[in-house]
């Protein structure tokens, strides 16, 4: 089945600057890449996703980039918030499974003043 | 509440106990998910369910059961097989063409 790694499991950045979450996956036959922001004791939420049939995507201050070829996948956030510090997690899902999606481990980002 | 409830919010189990877990969705869609949430494991696919009377098992099934007689509702239950059953268990829903995921609130489950 599917295995998704996400590094770092920590990230700390001071207010203004830009932080990069990076997650690779095995299953070659994964489409699909959403990104999920938890915030303490909340549930998750979905922050941007993206599809295989496009390398990048952007929605404001945040973006996602996808390599295919070299299977991973990028969370950028610049200029970074106090209300950015949460968990982040990467997942995917591959085709034929229904949409069930593999999570990340998790990076538990902070944004210092 | 999202359009996905969970309930209890809090629960406690004693060793030897079932105990099962609420979730139910009013948006009409048709694929739920049960996942575990453990401290730097991320989550784990328990249970997921494509359509009503069919579901399927997970990455860590076992100690668990759930049913799904309903479209709305998708519950959960924590059998005393479940060795260490003391996690954060998290509902969602999506519909069958978008894979975005709509997350309940959570139950934290703690066996005392």
């Known amino acids: 089945g599917e295995n998704v790694e996400q590094h770092p499991s920590t990230l700390s950045v001071q207010e203004g600057d830009s932080a990069v979450i990076k997650c690779t996956y095995s299953?070659?036959?994964?489409?699909?890449f959403p990104w999920y922001k938890q915030e303490l004791g909340k549930r998750p939420q979905l922050i941007i996703d993206i599809r295989s049939n496009v390398g990048e995507k952007k929605d404001q201050r945040i973006a996602v980039t996808l390599n295919k070829t070299a299977k991973h996948f990028s969370l950028h956030i610049t200029e970074t918030q106090p209300e950015d510090s949460a968990v982040y997690f990467c997942?995917?899902?591959?085709?034929?499974?229904?949409?069930?999606?593999?999570f990340g481990t998790g990076t538990r980002l902070q944004v210092t003043l | 509440d999202g359009g996905i409830t969970q309930s209890p919010k809090y629960l406690f189990r004693k060793e030897g106990q079932n105990v099962t877990l609420s979730c139910e969705q009013n948006l009409n869609h048709d694929a739920m998910y049960w996942y575990r949430q453990d401290p730097g494991q991320g989550l784990r696919l328990i249970y997921y369910s494509q359509i009503v009377n069919d579901f399927q098992k997970g990455d860590i099934a076992e100690g668990y059961s759930v049913s799904r007689e309903k479209k709305e509702s998708f519950p959960l239950t924590v059998t005393s097989a479940q060795k260490n059953p003391t996690a954060f268990y998290l509902c969602?829903?999506?519909?069958?063409?978008?894979?975005?995921?709509?997350f309940g609130s959570g139950t934290r489950l703690t066996v005392v």
């Open positions: 299953d070659s036959a994964s489409n699909y």
């Open positions: 997942a995917a899902s591959a085709v034929g499974t229904a949409s069930k999606l593999t």
């Open positions: 969602a829903s999506s519909m069958d063409r978008d894979y975005g995921y709509t």
